[in-house]
């Protein structure tokens, strides 16, 4: 990851384990977040969302649909999200990643974990009718 030039933000869930201060450690950035709330995001978009048992922890206060959508807002075409959780809730992250016509590259299951990799495509949707 070291020579690809791509813009990370670490992010930490404000209910998970507190591990900002390793972070500014090793003299990255990052923030805390609600992920039940928007990301503010102004000035860019992000190459790479890495979510380790996100979904499974917020489905206690918040719904998976519009958190995807979300990742989906942030995340700029040609962008990867990878995503460690529960089989279900990768499960379910995957069927709304590829509802938005992400490219699911990679998805692995063993003992009730799971693994996906998704990369955002360019895809936007064809004009249908000619207006007037």
């Not at 791509?6 to 591990?19: E, G, L, S």
């Not at 958190?67 to 990878?82: A, H, L, M, Y």
Request: net charge negative; proline share 5%.
């Amino acid at each position: 990851m070291r020579d690809h030039k791509i813009w990370v933000m670490n992010v930490v869930n404000v209910d998970a384990a507190d591990t900002l201060p390793i972070i500014f450690e090793r003299g990255l950035i990052g923030m805390y977040h609600d992920w039940c709330e928007s990301f503010s995001t102004y000035p860019r978009t992000y190459d790479l969302l890495h979510a380790d048992r996100l979904f499974s922890k917020i489905k206690e206060r918040c719904a998976v649909l519009p958190v995807v959508v979300e990742v989906d807002r942030i995340v700029r075409p040609g962008g990867s999200i990878v995503v460690r959780d529960d089989s279900g809730a990768v499960g379910e992250v995957e069927r709304l990643l590829r509802s938005l016509h992400w490219d699911v590259r990679l998805t692995f299951s063993k003992n009730g974990e799971a693994l996906l990799y998704a990369e955002k495509s360019d895809w936007r949707p064809e004009l249908l009718a000619d207006p007037l």
